[in-house]
């Protein structure tokens, strides 16, 4: 039991990251990215494939970071300036064609096969329970050491001006901020951290494949982020444990519905998913941690 | 030469296909200004809701459409009225999320009654026709021509009828159409239905092309969307065409990439047309 | 922190972790065996995930009517794997952590049984799979893998056999990219080619609506055969498009691609003809003949055959061990599976047989299940089938 809370917190941890990232961009600067499994993909892969060509592990990860970063702004440099939804379905277009890549291009990422035996640091000498451990530390220290960064961000002047382009793109731009490349520099940030998760994947789980990275991935963090709180990273942070809280607790309902086939059983563990998301959306629209500056008032679209 | 014609054909063929869907789509942002995720799963119901029509209730295709049509638009209101009506004052991008939500509980719904085995229309298949070196088949024309048909009647119905030319007033303007005395709510509750019916339409059209499991619908999103935007969003017309013209470009890039990578040409299509034109083909703002 | 204070601290933590697990342990010697399967029940291998999973229930049901495996009821937990490694890695954690279970059953992406596969030989779980790809058995698995699915190269080099027998001068591959296309592909190209044919490929990208322009390539070809390598739902679509296209040629597909289930869904006369390959047991198998009893299913899909084995002979092999543990399972695998005991056909069947103290040698329902060292099948028989009025006629069994 307790090894299975271990590694449940330590995929909450890597969550929390994907979290935060979204937050940052959602929150921030009110861009939503629905390509972020392929952002963390691109991490995973850059990651994996560094330390399996022999560079160290940390490195690597950190590679991963400005790979991740440097994808972003490939992706969105195009983007940015187009309106919210517009930007939501290129993004996930995005994600789409890392997985194709991933697939397809069987000299970069060994296809559909994927990179098994990815380095795990220190497994070799701690063992398989005290790598889960220490793992957990050290994604836990990672989580908290971005969750302190994005909350100083917050509270900057840099935090001050994406809120501003947030509430009203116009207006930044007339203050004579460059909401452009504001909202790049975000974008890039935000994606530097899925690659951060993503690589933290890689090296904890040493397999990866196209299939780690469907489009549900993102839905969850989707989930993570409303239920915790838009737009405060405690929130994202908070969001993610009860998400795997939730994706973990609905296994133990199976026995709940006897006569009912396997595959029954598994469709209404996804529907409790969709009408949780739901409920919490209209119950506490603002989240559990509700943003504690009040945003201005809106002007109708 | 003949490749690439052929290529048009075809491409042409899975366009009328995915501008019904499109339009649901563009139709119900035009309007509520809201991009809805649950489309794919509304096409996988209008697929499963003409498919039972069809070979349970022994009712011909074209009953069965409209059954679809109909079925899938009262499940549309529902959800709106039910899940989503409420969200709207938290903002487009919660709507849409929570449209999401509404897409997995859908498809789980369907995969909890019918299971995730295929079906297919008790119909019989025919032969493709022949001319000059090229084909087309005289089902896909069918299906082609019951899109177009669809086409007309709803630009018909926005040029011509009291809802139609107040849905279109509202998509431009909304406070113009609340001096006009049209009742907002009454004319979003009509687009709901117009753009959820259309896509089960869609949805029961391409079952009729291929077949129908609980994901039929989901597969096709990216497509649909990619059409959407292309046309810009909002845009009716901009869907048909965007829609016709992402078919064409996957049909001729086969000709010289790798069939693998069919799905990234759509996306590529997108980012190099928003890249200059921001609001897509047909958009009607910048940003 | 120094560094001795360091490695105490982790050496602490991981004695700490250890001493947590062990109760776990030791519990789970009393009350019920304790087995899961983590088969796709959503996502991409939703067709094949919930028969798979109801058939172990159902023999698990026969065997507990009849009094359990060493005097204890056997329990089993069904997971999703979601086709997808991240949710599958979730769920065989659960099995494995909380459950407890000693083996894990029926993983079919080659992606999540590698996903999978070293939580299960660190934990010492035994798990059977019936994935294709042919890296899974490479793996560093210490003996906890087993699987039933043939590798690549014998079935690539039965398919390509098969074109050459139907008279094939140009054999055309269509397939998904899957982890085994390539390999299948070059396998058929072999035989083919040294017959004096020839080959070529498409892979396709399996989430379309349509594939006329790839049919269009196909024809293009003038193939003699065409080798379909895809699942039920883009074949589906598939053999719609190349029926529209005119092809009369001959087609081949994997026995699990076109299945019943696909026969049933389209119309006769595009399935009519199509010939159909899988991992068979002998004729007139009575594992096989017992399965369909079991399930009502008329023509079983081989991954209900195999995830029928595979229920059978880890009941058996923990009867054989007289222990439930995973481990036990692994040493015994082989003693049940083969060698020179009594021919049994099912875990009731072996079941009795082990505790009247005889030894068994199970044959099942996807062939004679022999294994090597690595897990792979040793050697297995194929059955040739084609549709015929819309129903599955069997050709050969070779």
């Known amino acids: 039991m307790l090894s299975y809370v271990i590694f449940s917190l330590t995929t909450a941890g890597i969550y929390g990251l994907l979290a935060l990232s979204l937050n940052l961009i959602w929150g921030g600067a009110g861009m939503v990215n629905l390509g972020l499994a392929g952002f963390f993909a691109v991490g995973a892969y850059a990651s994996a494939i560094l330390s399996l060509a022999g560079v160290p592990v940390p490195l690597a990860i950190l590679a991963a970071c400005v790979v991740g970063a440097a994808t972003g702004i490939g992706a969105t440099w195009a983007t940015v300036r187009l309106r919210g939804d517009y930007l939501a379905i290129v993004t996930l277009g995005f994600a789409e064609v890392v997985r194709l890549v991933a697939m397809n291009e069987r000299w970069l990422t060994n296809g559909t096969d994927g990179l098994p035996g990815i380095p795990a640091p220190l497994k070799s000498v701690l063992g398989p329970q005290g790598f889960a451990v220490f793992y957990l530390c050290l994604v836990l220290a990672i989580l908290g050491a971005v969750f302190f960064l994005l909350r100083r961000l917050d509270l900057s002047p840099f935090g001050r001006v994406l809120k501003a382009i947030r509430e009203d793109q116009d207006l930044a731009g007339f203050a004579g901020k460059n909401a452009m490349r504001v909202k790049l520099i975000a974008f890039a940030c935000s994606a530097g951290i899925a690659g951060l998760a993503g690589a933290l994947y890689a090296h904890y789980q040493s397999y990866i494949s196209p299939d780690h990275f469907q489009p549900l991935l993102t839905i969850y963090i989707f989930l993570a982020v409303t239920s915790g709180g838009v737009g405060r990273p405690a929130g994202a942070f908070l969001g993610a444990f009860l998400v795997i809280l939730f994706l973990e607790g609905t296994r133990f309902l199976g026995h709940l519905l006897p006569g009912l086939s396997s595959g029954q059983v598994a469709a209404s563990r996804e529907m409790l998913v969709g009408l949780a998301f739901l409920l919490v959306l209209h119950l506490r629209p603002q989240g559990i941690l509700p943003e504690r500056i009040r945003p201005a008032p809106r002007s109708q679209p | ?287 | 922190m120094t560094q001795t204070t360091r490695r105490q601290f982790l050496a602490s933590s991981a004695i700490l972790a250890g001493s947590f697990a062990l109760p776990l342990r030791a519990l789970a010697q009393e009350g019920p065996i304790k087995i899961g399967t983590l088969t796709p029940l959503t996502g991409a291998g939703g067709p094949y995930g919930p028969v798979m999973a109801d058939t172990v229930k159902a023999v698990v049901a026969g065997v507990n009517a009849a009094g359990g495996v060493l005097g204890r009821q056997v329990e089993v937990i069904s997971e999703d794997d979601q086709t997808n490694p991240e949710a599958g890695v979730r769920a065989a954690r659960k099995l494995i952590d909380v459950d407890g279970v000693s083996a894990i059953m029926g993983t079919w992406a080659s992606s999540v049984t590698t996903a999978v596969a070293p939580l299960c030989w660190e934990s010492g779980t035994m798990l059977t799979t019936v994935s294709g790809a042919d890296s899974i058995t490479l793996l560093p698995h210490e003996g906890y893998i087993v699987r039933t699915q043939p590798n690549t190269i014998l079935q690539g080099r039965k398919f390509g056999e098969f074109t050459v027998e139907l008279g094939a001068g140009k054999v055309f591959f269509m397939s998904p990219q899957t982890p085994f296309a390539d390999s299948q592909f070059s396998e058929i190209t072999k035989v083919v080619e040294a017959a004096g044919g020839s080959t070529a490929k498409l892979i396709y990208d399996d989430k379309k609506p349509t594939y006329r322009s790839e049919v269009d390539e196909l024809m293009a070809f003038e193939p003699d055969v065409v080798v379909l390598g895809g699942y039920m739902p883009d074949t589906t679509v598939l053999l719609k498009d190349i029926y529209r296209a005119g092809y009369e040629g001959k087609m081949l597909a994997f026995a699990y691609s076109v299945n019943q289930k696909l026969v049933d869904a389209l119309p006769a006369e595009v399935v009519e003809g199509i010939y159909t390959i899988a991992p068979s047991p002998a004729e007139g198998s009575a594992a096989y003949k017992a399965l369909t009893e079991l399930t009502g299913i008329a023509a079983p899909d081989p991954y209900t055959t195999q995830i029928f084995d595979q229920v059978n002979m880890v009941l058996m092999a923990i009867a054989a061990a007289g222990d439930a543990s995973g481990s036990a399972i692994r040493d015994s695998f082989r003693t049940v599976s083969q060698g020179d005991g009594k021919p049994v056909h099912t875990a009731l069947e072996g079941l009795e047989a082990i505790a009247a103290g005889e030894a068994v040698n199970y044959d099942g329902a996807s062939g004679p299940c022999d294994f090597t060292e690595e897990g792979d099948i040793l050697d297995c028989q194929f059955r040739y089938e084609q549709v015929k009025d819309g129903a599955f006629t069997l050709l050969k069994i070779a």
């Open chain 2, 1 to 287: 030469m003949t490749d690439i014609f052929q290529a048009v054909i075809n491409g042409v063929l899975t366009g009328a296909l995915i501008a019904i869907p499109a339009m649901g789509l563009t139709a119900i942002f035009a309007v509520l200004r809201y991009v809805n995720f649950a489309i794919g799963s509304l096409a996988t119901t209008g697929a499963f809701a003409a498919w039972m029509l069809n070979t349970h209730a022994g009712w011909p295709v074209l009953p069965s459409m409209a059954g679809a049509f109909v079925l899938v638009a009262a499940a549309g209101l529902a959800i709106e009225q039910a899940a989503l009506s409420r969200l709207r004052p938290s903002g487009a991008l919660t709507v849409a999320i929570a449209s999401i939500a509404v897409g997995i509980i859908l498809e789980n719904m369907l995969r909890f009654g019918f299971g995730n085995d295929l079906r297919a229309f008790d119909l019989p298949l025919m032969r493709d026709w022949r001319f000059w070196g090229l084909r087309v088949g005289p089902q896909q024309l069918q299906t082609a021509g019951i899109a177009l048909a669809i086409m007309a009647a709803v630009f018909a119905f926005l040029r011509f009828t009291r809802y139609g030319k107040a849905m279109r007033a509202v998509a431009d303007n909304p406070d113009l159409a609340r001096l006009f005395g049209m009742e907002p709510r009454r004319i979003a509750m009509a687009t709901v239905a117009l753009g959820t019916g259309l896509t089960g339409v869609g949805g029961a059209l391409l079952g009729l092309d291929s077949a129908i499991d609980p994901m039929s619908g989901s597969r096709l999103l990216l497509p649909i969307f990619a059409a959407a935007v292309l046309g810009g969003l909002g845009s009716i017309p901009g869907a048909v065409a965007g829609a016709i013209l992402i078919g064409i470009g996957e049909e001729l890039s086969l000709l010289v990439i790798p069939a693998t990578y069919r799905s990234a040409v759509g996306f590529l299509t997108i980012l190099l047309v928003l890249s200059f034109r921001p609001g897509g083909l047909f958009g009607e703002r910048a940003a």
